[in-house]
């Protein structure tokens, strides 16, 4: 019944209520508690880690790029290269398969191997295409 009496009084006097905030007064008005400026300590801590500049960094290839030196089946798959990164790797396979139409007519997902992809493939008839990257790994030394 208060409520309603409430609801009804600011019909009568004109002002506005709102059912879903209380209304602001000196009492209820807090100040929030000082927190450390977590901005600045994250800027130092990445100031202070022992990340290398740029001059001091060596050139040269890294990661997938970086040639590797491959197995006896990997090398004669590629025709006796001893060293080579593994996009280029990738992309003899790729070019092996179409070159001989080896994907699957009705799936091109998938690969149909023939000799030469059977023995760097671990001797597996069909291959999708995602697991030709982990099939290689075992063939960079």
């Given at each position: 019944?208060?409520?309603?009496?409430?609801?009804?009084?600011?019909?009568?006097?004109?002002?506005?209520?709102?059912?879903?905030?209380?209304?602001?007064?000196?009492?209820?008005?807090?100040?929030?508690?000082?927190?450390?400026?977590?901005?600045?300590?994250?800027?130092?801590?990445?100031?202070?880690?022992?990340?290398?500049?740029?001059?001091?960094?060596?050139?040269?290839?890294?990661?997938?790029?970086?040639?590797?030196?491959?197995?006896?089946?990997?090398?004669?798959?590629?025709?006796?290269?001893?060293?080579?990164?593994?996009?280029?790797?990738?992309?003899?396979?790729?070019d092996h398969i179409k070159k001989h139409d080896l994907q699957d007519p009705?799936?091109?997902?998938?690969?149909?191997?023939?000799?030469?992809?059977?023995?760097?493939?671990?001797?597996?008839?069909?291959?999708?295409?995602?697991?030709?990257?982990?099939?290689?790994?075992?063939?960079?030394?």
């Amino acid at each position: 019944m208060a409520m309603s009496m409430g609801f009804l009084s600011g019909f009568v006097t004109g002002e506005t209520t709102s059912f879903f905030k209380p209304p602001v007064t000196a009492s209820s008005v807090r100040t929030a508690p000082s927190l450390p400026n977590l901005q600045t300590s994250r800027a130092v801590a990445v100031s202070a880690s022992s990340k290398p500049s740029a001059e001091t960094k060596k050139p040269g290839l890294r990661g997938i790029m970086k040639p590797r030196r491959v197995s006896p089946e990997m090398q004669a798959f590629l025709g006796g290269v001893s060293e080579i990164p593994r996009t280029q790797i990738i992309k003899a396979v790729w070019d092996h398969i179409k070159k001989h139409d080896l994907q699957d007519p009705t799936n091109k997902k998938i690969v149909v191997c023939d000799e030469k992809l059977k023995k760097i493939f671990g001797g597996r008839d069909r291959v999708g295409f995602l697991e030709i990257a982990g099939l290689i790994a075992p063939h960079l030394l």
